[in-house]
């Protein structure tokens, strides 16, 4: 299996604050690497796709880089709506793999 | 409107068995891969495995191959996920998941569609 491994595992932001979130994989997994945003109680949603494609109705906060092994999610200026778990997921080979989780907090 | 709807929440003995649903609706159900995710409680996200609809063919994760079958009938576009001896371990909200808004995001293994999850609780 490709593991999956985020840091932080969880971060206190103010609103306005630009929030960085990496993902590495244990072997190069190209761009197959996906990012959702899951808020207490609720589905998880789909930002970004492809490592880098933001998917429809995603503010342009939002961003994704990298490729290989090494991958970024960042929020240009977070907002209170945007305090939840970010998971990446890659979808390069099964079993589809998702990070531990990154909780990003109110400070 | 495309969405996929779970069955409702269970209680159950550790030894029973158990399926549990997932309905798509508003696209073509067979022509998407569906994928059941376990998110145990206060924990991350495990993929566990995932079906083609169209011919019921399946990919499990080692975790939980043997553990729970997945199957399909196309005919309901419905999706099941089933134990046949039920752990307390099991206790978890499982979410099925799709792909089918985007054929980019298909393309690339994203899961664009959630269906809001299941609780399954197995307690004595």
């Known amino acids: 299996d490709i593991q999956m491994t985020q840091s932080p595992s969880s971060l206190s932001a103010s609103v306005g604050d630009r929030v960085t979130i990496t993902c590495r994989a244990s072997q190069s997994i190209s761009s197959y690497l996906n990012w959702y945003q899951q808020k207490p109680g609720k589905a998880p949603n789909l930002l970004i796709y492809a490592a880098s494609s933001l998917q429809s109705g995603v503010p342009s906060r939002f961003s994704g880089s990298g490729s290989g092994t090494d991958f970024t999610l960042t929020i240009s200026s977070v907002q209170p709506e945007d305090f939840a778990t970010y998971y990446c997921?890659?979808?390069?080979?099964?079993?589809?793999?998702f990070g531990q989780g990154t909780k990003v907090e109110i400070e | 409107e495309v969405q996929l709807v779970q069955s409702g929440a269970e209680v159950k003995k550790p030894g029973e068995s158990l399926r549990i649903s997932c309905k798509g609706s508003g696209y073509s159900f067979a022509s998407y891969w569906i994928t059941w995710v376990r998110q145990m409680p206060g924990k991350g996200l495990e993929w566990m495995g995932r079906i083609d609809p169209s011919d019921s063919y399946t990919n499990y994760s080692p975790s939980f191959q043997g553990h729970v079958t997945i199957s399909a009938d196309k005919s309901i576009s419905t999706a099941y996920l089933q134990w046949s001896s039920l752990k307390a371990s099991d206790t978890a909200r499982y979410y099925c998941?799709?792909?089918?808004?985007?054929?980019?995001?298909?393309?690339?293994?994203?899961?664009?569609?959630w269906g809001q999850g299941t609780t399954v609780t197995v307690s004595s």
């Open positions: 997921q890659q979808s390069y080979s099964i079993p589809r793999t």
């Open positions: 998941a799709s792909s089918p808004r985007r054929i980019a995001v298909a393309v690339q293994g994203g899961m664009d569609v």
